[in-house]
């Protein structure tokens, strides 16, 4: 049965609704939206506090992963600081009347989900992650809390998983089917034995009387818990498979999607959730790229397509989300266009949209269609030229994008190797024909994590045939050892793209090789042949014996970073950017860890600063990541690049100075927001794609993909772009490229989008988004 009463909000609630720009909703399950990641963590801490102070011994279940890390953290500060003036302060602004501080020991914790099979001392499983950030992180007595260890659930005969399941895979098909041999019986007999733990765990949830407070992100397909699309409403806790966009997420935490596409996890079920009718449900949801799954989850009917809408028969369930989460409501966005002054990107937006809406192009919309629509009829001065005006203006956008530049000094950044090209590519081609242009191209972490153990197993394999069959000359030379190994770096590059070119794929091989050495060697401090076939043995028996998404030690973590460095290279010099002008940053702050380490201003912000002084770009691209959600990385690149850009704006003037700012495979501009719109051909497309599958190697397999596309980022990038292709050609009509007199318009089969701003608009945003912040995230001196 559903519930269509009025919720009542809570003070903290009502505190943060105070903060919106509107307070009518019309979903089926009541939100707040705030303003970015780090508020959201704050709205939901400041909620459970209020909560918990309430129901001192009641039964609260809480995610896992990265989307709760600023709700653990503001956790962490009110219960550290509870009497500091901050603390008063913070408590005073969002009405958490509370004088006493909680004492959260009481509390029964109960863990939501878990793969299966994994150990639950292994770092990466979500037993370990309760125990170290809720159990011991929380102050939570173990002994009240039901939790998943995956290692004493019984197995047939009293087993270990690694018996059962010795390559780690379950066949669910087992429950029905007829067994063909003993391992399967005993794996079929170990099922039934994880399907009747599932069982008595759905039990015990219920003789505590249901879970009380609720705290769930939601996923890529709307999955809640590990609840993935199509799952039923009435489902409890059980063993299960799921889908690929839930793969693709927990490829990260399993070591590559070749791992997480075969492991299946417990769940707790939709159901279980509806255990206690007065139970708190929160979903949080930060991002634009989780707006669709918003959308579907609070204005759709109950349906097992969207799993979260099981959560209408809750009166006490919620969304908090970001605004970036609900820009696709229709509360969001009528308020979008019925509120504050009306712009020219609104009329850009609403005529586009209304294209598409109506499947017409731009040249048949009639003042009767604009008139009948709900946001075009609220364009001012509504008229007949109203859609000629805005097809003018995307091309003048276009005509922006296919604009020579020349005398500039391009400074590309990208936050990780990869995201410069799969956002900027056919721009930066353009420029690169310039001989009046210098280019330097800055990437800021070292991108470990993007590097499985299994490449580098199968590139220190390589290494190791090489030398036995002395095909690496270079470890020959008398001083390769002591500084040799230092020098001709950019041979490698020029090595490996020459085979390239004459399609030898074994040179290709003994080109990395060249480059693999020469990492070890640095890394390890190498002095002999013989120290190097020691390392390459070491270092194979390690990877070979760590589980699957375990963390590196930093020696291995540099190693990866390297390889990371040496694709990087490869890309660039694929269109004659020499090695000294692509640059590797490191910033100390990308650590590996499930929360990474906040920037610091000595250490992050001055080498940036340094490089901006000697280098003196007049052209400086960005990831635009304005609200500071999904990859972490990308907002504090974004804080640290913003702040070294202060600093200079001290040093120099900067009024000249052009920011570029650019999205990729993990966010899209839409055509309105965009001040430049870059044509793309069928055979830049083509090139894009093969330069992405000759350099970046290691992502070749895609092991970490994104959930939209199971395939390389390459093939992403190439369909968002053609995408967007299609919207603008609709807005224009087709004979706009096809008949143009512009050979590059009639060639052009893709579109990319970016913003262009001056320093002082850029460094206003990044401020905004900052002192959003409220000190959750920020750069340290």
């Given at each position: 049965m559903l519930l269509n009463m009025k919720h009542a909000f809570t003070r903290v609630e009502r505190a943060f609704i105070e903060h919106q720009e509107f307070e009518e909703k019309s979903t089926k399950i009541p939100y707040i939206t705030v303003n970015n990641f780090p508020q959201l963590g704050l709205l939901t801490s400041l909620r459970f506090l209020e909560w918990i102070t309430e129901n001192p011994e009641g039964v609260i279940s809480l995610p896992t992963?990265?989307?709760?890390?600023?709700?653990?953290?503001?956790?962490?500060?009110?219960l550290q600081n509870w009497n500091t003036k901050s603390v008063e302060s913070i408590k005073q602004k969002y009405g958490l009347d509370l004088q006493k501080k909680p004492d959260l020991k009481d509390l029964q914790f109960v863990q939501i989900d878990e793969f299966y099979p994994i150990s639950s001392k292994q770092h990466n499983s979500f037993n370990y992650y309760v125990r170290d950030f809720y159990i011991k992180g929380f102050g939570l007595d173990e002994k009240k809390a039901l939790l998943i260890n995956t290692d004493d659930i019984p197995l047939f005969e009293g087993k270990s998983y690694q018996e059962v399941f010795p390559d780690l895979k379950i066949d669910l098909r087992l429950r029905y089917k007829d067994c063909q041999s003993t391992q399967e019986f005993i794996q079929q007999q170990s099922i039934y034995k994880i399907d009747q733990w599932c069982s008595e765990y759905e039990e015990k949830i219920q003789a505590k009387g249901g879970i009380g407070f609720f705290i769930g992100g939601i996923g890529p397909d709307g999955h809640i818990a590990f609840n993935v699309r199509g799952?039923?409403?009435?489902?409890?806790?059980?063993?299960?498979?799921?889908?690929?966009?839930?793969?693709?997420?927990?490829?990260?935490?399993?070591?590559?999607?070749?791992?997480?596409?075969?492991?299946?996890?417990?769940?707790?079920?939709?159901?279980?959730?509806?255990?206690?009718?007065?139970?708190?449900?929160?979903?949080?949801?930060?991002?634009?790229?989780?707006?669709?799954?918003?959308?579907?989850?609070?204005?759709?009917?109950?349906?097992?397509?969207?799993?979260?809408t099981v959560l209408q028969k809750l009166k006490n369930s919620r969304f908090y989300i970001t605004k970036g989460a609900a820009i696709m409501l229709q509360d969001c966005i009528e308020e979008h266009y019925q509120s504050g002054s009306w712009t020219n990107e609104k009329t850009e937006k609403v005529i586009i949209d209304l294209c598409g809406k109506l499947d017409k192009y731009g040249k048949d919309l009639t003042l009767e269609d604009l008139k009948n629509d709900k946001n075009a009829r609220l364009i001012p001065?509504?008229?007949?030229?109203?859609?000629?005006?805005?097809?003018?203006?995307?091309?003048?956008?276009?005509?922006?994008?296919?604009?020579?530049?020349?005398?500039?000094?391009?400074?590309?950044?990208?936050?990780?190797?990869?995201?410069?090209?799969?956002?900027?590519?056919?721009?930066?081609?353009?420029?690169?024909?310039?001989?009046s242009n210098s280019f330097n191209f800055v990437i800021f972490t070292s991108g470990f994590t993007a590097v499985t153990n299994t490449f580098v197993i199968d590139c220190l394999s390589d290494v190791k045939n090489l030398l036995n069959e002395d095909k690496i000359e270079m470890i020959h030379y008398p001083d390769f050892f002591e500084s040799g190994y230092k020098y001709k770096w950019d041979k490698d590059v020029y090595h490996y793209l020459n085979k390239v070119a004459s399609g030898e794929p074994h040179e290709r091989v003994r080109a990395v090789s060249h480059r693999i050495v020469r990492v070890l060697t640095e890394v390890y401090d190498l002095n002999s042949i013989k120290e190097l076939e020691l390392r390459i043995e070491e270092t194979l028996h390690l990877l070979q014996n760590s589980y699957d998404g375990e963390k590196n030690p930093p020696d291995i973590q540099k190693f990866k970073g390297k390889i990371r460095e040496f694709e990087e290279e490869l890309v660039w010099a694929h269109y004659g950017v020499q090695v000294r002008n692509v640059h590797h940053l490191r910033l100390g702050f990308y650590t590996g860890d499930v929360f990474t380490e906040q920037p610091e201003r000595h250490r992050d912000v001055l080498p940036i600063l340094e490089m901006l002084s000697k280098l003196k770009p007049t052209a400086i691209s960005l990831t635009l990541d304005p609200e500071g959600s999904g990859p972490d990385t990308h907002y504090k690149v974004l804080q640290v690049l913003a702040e070294a850009l202060r600093?200079?704006?001290?040093?120099?003037?900067?009024?000249?100075?052009?920011?570029?700012?650019?999205?990729?495979?993990?966010?899209?501009?839409?055509?309105?927001?965009?001040?430049?719109?870059?044509?793309?051909?069928?055979?830049?497309?083509?090139?894009?794609?093969?330069?992405?599958?000759?350099?970046?190697?290691?992502?070749?397999?895609?092991?970490?993909?994104?959930?939209?596309?199971?395939?390389?980022?390459?093939?992403?990038?190439?369909?968002?772009?053609?995408?967007?292709?299609?919207?603008?050609?609709?807005?224009?009509?087709?004979?706009?490229?096809?008949?143009?007199?512009s050979p590059k318009l009639r060639a052009t089969h893709g579109l990319i989008f970016y913003k262009e701003m001056d320093v002082d608009t850029f460094l206003l945003q990044a401020r905004e988004l900052k002192e959003s912040m409220e000190g959750s995230v920020g750069i340290s001196d």
């Open positions: 992963g990265k989307t709760p890390e600023h709700f653990i953290k503001w956790t962490r500060y009110m799952s039923d409403h009435n489902s409890t806790t059980r063993l299960t498979a799921t889908n690929f966009e839930t793969q693709a997420v927990a490829a990260g935490d399993l070591g590559g999607i070749e791992i997480s596409r075969n492991r299946l996890v417990i769940t707790i079920g939709l159901k279980t959730i509806l255990q206690n009718p007065d139970a708190v449900a929160l979903i949080i949801a930060a991002g634009e790229a989780k707006a669709d799954v918003v959308k579907n989850a609070l204005e759709n009917p109950p349906s097992n397509l969207y799993p979260a001065g509504l008229n007949d030229n109203t859609v000629t005006d805005v097809m003018k203006s995307v091309k003048e956008k276009i005509s922006r994008g296919l604009s020579k530049k020349k005398n500039q000094q391009f400074f590309h950044t990208g936050p990780h190797h990869d995201d410069i090209m799969l956002g900027l590519l056919p721009e930066i081609s353009q420029g690169l024909r310039q001989a600093l200079w704006s001290k040093e120099e003037d900067l009024s000249k100075l052009r920011i570029m700012g650019y999205r990729n495979v993990w966010y899209r501009f839409h055509p309105a927001e965009a001040d430049v719109i870059v044509p793309v051909s069928l055979n830049s497309l083509v090139n894009f794609d093969e330069s992405f599958s000759h350099c970046y190697l290691s992502q070749v397999n895609a092991s970490f993909p994104s959930y939209m596309h199971d395939g390389k980022f390459s093939e992403l990038a190439q369909k968002i772009w053609t995408e967007q292709y299609k919207s603008i050609r609709l807005l224009l009509g087709k004979s706009y490229f096809y008949e143009s007199d």
